[in-house]
């Protein structure tokens, strides 16, 4: 039965089968990934996007919340082949509008040619093409959201392992996921979370062996309060980040970022390190990347489009990856990354003054 409608910016209307009821619009991006399909969904680095999944069945091995990213689904709407019951059940309780049975194919190949695009989205029994439509026209008549973070930022400072041996964090949670948390407590890093729009007052109350900006969604220039905060304390206090962070690191110490056509979203992007030589499998889900390093050097590209994939300082004590070392979903090749953050709190020069 055709009760859900998809309008896109190339001027396509696409049929489809109702999920999960509702009206949503957003950028229309793909994801390659064929499991972690609730890590994905509860990422808030999808935040104001329609997120459509190529892997054709989304939901064989059900819903657990254990597997969640954040405490709720970020995409604005969900796209697939085929949605299980139980997936499109969550999607509904969550209020996010869901279609199925079209042809992702054709939509991901649409994309990879066109970029991506905006899109509309009815679904429910009185939907029609007119609807999706209408929610295209709204968003293409909206502009990029500057206040992003307010949407997936902790509102106040949260501590994670207050008693933890290893060294203090202050995480900038610009739309942070939670195995980021997850994989610098189990090194016993005491993790103090702070609003993306975190002040330097804030980030001296809790006196940190390292500043660490988080992944997050949109445009990096969104996000000037963090650069502000590592612009403040490059060469003085130890700065890493993850995705949207390597960005905001990069535009902050001179460098540039700009829009991808369709960005990298998938556990299978190829990563070479270029002091070693070695390649491995990463998780990534950015539409942004750095165009030029700025005072960073660039250790690591992707095998695919030589976009930088790690940055670095060892006279301003600053590592960045664009990918996600932490996975979920996806390979573990790259969790070092987080010994190499403790590392590098451990050789700082202000941690060897103390």
Known sequence: MTDAYVALENGQVVTARARAPGRTRGELVFTTAYTGYEESLTDPSYEEQVLTFSYPLIGNYGVRAERFESDRVHPRGVVARELTEDVAEWLTEEGVPAVDH???RDLVTSIREQGAMKCGIAVGPDATPEDAKAELAECKGMSEHTDIGAQVSVDENLTHNPDGDGPTVALIDCGAKGSIISSLVERDATVEILPYDAT???VDAVDPDIIFISNGPGDPKNF???A???EEYVGETPLAGICLGQQVIAEALGGETEKMEFGHRGVNQ???DLRSGKVVMTTQNHGYTVAEPGDLDVTQINVNDDTPEGLESD??????RQYHPEANPGPHDTLDFFDDVVELIETAPAANAD
């Open 102 to 104: 079209l042809d992702t």
């Open 228 to 230: 502000a905060l590592v």
């Open 270 to 272: 190829p990563v070479q």
């Open 224 to 226: 000037e309060e963090a």
């Open 200 to 202: 330097v007052a804030d």
């Open 315 to 320: 006279e301003l004590d600053v590592i960045t």
